[in-house]
């Protein structure tokens, strides 16, 4: 079982002097096989540990609020690794050029680094590792199943990812080994966060805010009490109650996960013991069969699992594989060639981004969705669907669609800037993952939404009423 991949052809740096983890979407001490890995190789060759996180000045479409959630978040993981005398070292600017800084200044034997499929981090990876004289190695925390082993090429959907992963889960789905205090101590001294406060905070200023302030505590202790909380209430009905907008059933877990401050697997895992506890099994160890949700813990569990591991592990599959993951170009033949037939179709009504913004449209679910959104910072998962379905549908063409939905999602949603987020807006617009249905109007052979089928489904006078 192994989750690492070497980036270069590199096997030893003989006259090294450390070995360095750079954490990167993955901000946790705990259950970090990137740092594990990192620390196993220091022992072996009696060399003193560093993480080092780069700090970057553009947040894209982020808000203030997101990058001050993973300040006090990183700030937690600094106090945690000091304790194991392992020093973290904060680096601010373009990462490229502050990471080869401080290859340059410490000469490391190897440098380890967590995985972020998105396509900025991938370059700077293959940058770096092509110019680096030392062995480079990228670690799969993120994933259950690491990307690359799940599969070598991107996945038609959750039906041809699902038994992939059946297959190797068992393998996967195991304690990782912990951290020792390590033994070696750093040659120097390190610049902690603190003193660098100054600095940070004339950063975190000039960031826009989006005036959605977190409810969620920062921090892998408070992600972890989050997931007992849930596992305990509300995970035994999410089978039944996942797809209703009116209960509060989802885990909210997504913006520890999105954060890296949980990993997927300890939610496996801790799930699991909990399955044991009960009697159960978990579904995706035994059977390559899509869970069909319903009433009972057995379902709820699969259910969950089902969102968790495969529907998340086939995002990162996507973009992993897939660099046009935010545009048409990544979208299927037939979804690209439908989208085509029907460019010029005329719509009913076009939003603006402002218009849509300030939810401002003909349609109290969707304004309702959009209030939930910029009010809390989250939108339920299936309202999601909805609201990114109507934005193809309300605006000029589909690049357009493409643009608002992900600057929208980016900056409201304290899980965006995912591959989840891209997945779940290409999967709604593009058609990703998903067949073609009937023809129609502006979505061509893309699945339809409608209100009607929102009544449908759940009591949405509520859903409006709670968010008018
Ligand atoms: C248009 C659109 C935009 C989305 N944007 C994001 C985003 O920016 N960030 C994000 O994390 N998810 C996104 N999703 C996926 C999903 O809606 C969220 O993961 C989920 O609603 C988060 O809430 P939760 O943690 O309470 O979910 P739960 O229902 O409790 O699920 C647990 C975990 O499973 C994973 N998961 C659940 N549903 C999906 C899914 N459809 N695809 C991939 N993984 C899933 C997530 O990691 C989630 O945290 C989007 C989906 C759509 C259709």
């Avoid at 609020?65 to 373009?94: A, S």
């Avoid at 996960?257 to 013991?273: D, M, N, P, T, Y």
């Avoid at 969102?307 to 660099?323: G, H, P, S, T, W």
Wanted: net charge positive; hydrophobic share 35%; with cysteine.
């Amino acid at each position: 079982m192994d989750r690492t991949k070497h980036l270069n052809s590199i096997n030893l740096n003989e006259t090294g002097k450390c070995v360095l983890y750079v954490m990167s979407r993955d901000q946790r001490v705990a259950d970090n096989h990137a740092l594990i890995s990192a620390q196993q190789r220091a022992l072996k060759l009696n060399l003193p540990l560093a993480v080092v996180f780069c700090l970057q000045k553009n947040t894209g479409y982020r808000a203030r609020e997101h990058y001050t959630f993973m300040l006090d978040g990183l700030r937690q993981v600094e106090d945690k690794l000091n304790k194991l005398n392992i020093p973290f070292i904060m680096l601010i600017g373009n990462a490229f050029e502050r990471l080869s800084g401080i290859f340059h200044h410490t000469n490391p034997e190897s440098v380890f680094f967590d995985l972020n499929p998105l396509i900025g981090y991938q370059k700077l990876l293959q940058k770096l590792s092509s110019l680096a004289k030392f062995p480079i190695y990228v670690v799969d925390n993120h994933n259950i199943v690491p990307v690359w082993v799940a599969s070598d090429n991107k996945q038609v959907g959750a039906y041809t990812l699902r038994p992939r992963i059946h297959r190797l889960i068992g393998e996967y789905l195991v304690e990782p080994s912990s951290l020792k205090k390590h033994p070696i101590k750093w040659p120097g001294k390190v610049m902690k966060m603190s003193e660098l406060d100054n600095t940070i905070q004339s950063i975190v200023t000039k960031i826009k805010s989006n005036e959605v302030k977190i409810q969620e505590p920062t921090g892998e202790n408070e992600a972890l009490k989050k997931l007992n909380k849930f596992i305990k209430e509300t995970m035994p009905n999410y089978g039944l109650n996942k797809n209703n907008p009116t209960f509060n059933s989802q885990s909210g877990l997504s913006i520890y996960l999105h954060f890296g401050q949980l990993s997927s697997l300890r939610v496996a895992l801790e799930i699991q013991k909990y399955a044991f506890k009960n009697k159960l099994e978990l579904g995706i160890l035994n059977s390559p069969k899509m869970p069909l949700g319903g009433d009972g813990l057995q379902s709820s569990i699969d259910a969950f699992l089902e969102e968790l591991i495969v529907r998340k592990e086939l995002a990162d599959n996507f973009c992993y594989y897939e660099q046009n993951y935010c545009s048409t170009k990544g979208a299927s033949v037939w979804a690209q060639q439908t989208l085509n037939d029907h460019a010029k179709d005329e719509r009913e009504y076009i939003y603006s981004f402002e218009e849509l913004r300030i939810a401002k449209t003909h349609d109290n679910a969707w304004n309702s969705a959009q209030r939930q959104l910029t009010n809390t910072g989250k939108m339920h998962g299936y309202m999601r669907m909805y609201w990114a379905k109507k934005i193809l549908e309300w605006t000029e063409n589909v690049d357009t669609a493409l643009e608002y939905a992900i600057r929208l999602n980016d900056f409201y949603s304290n899980d965006g800037g995912d591959p989840n987020g891209y997945a779940g807006i290409m999967w709604a617009i593009c058609g990703i993952h998903d067949r073609p249905w009937f023809d129609r109007p502006v979505y061509g052979k893309i699945r339809y939404m409608n209100y009607a089928g929102l009544n449908r489904k759940f009591d949405l006078s509520s859903y409006i009423n709670t968010w008018q």
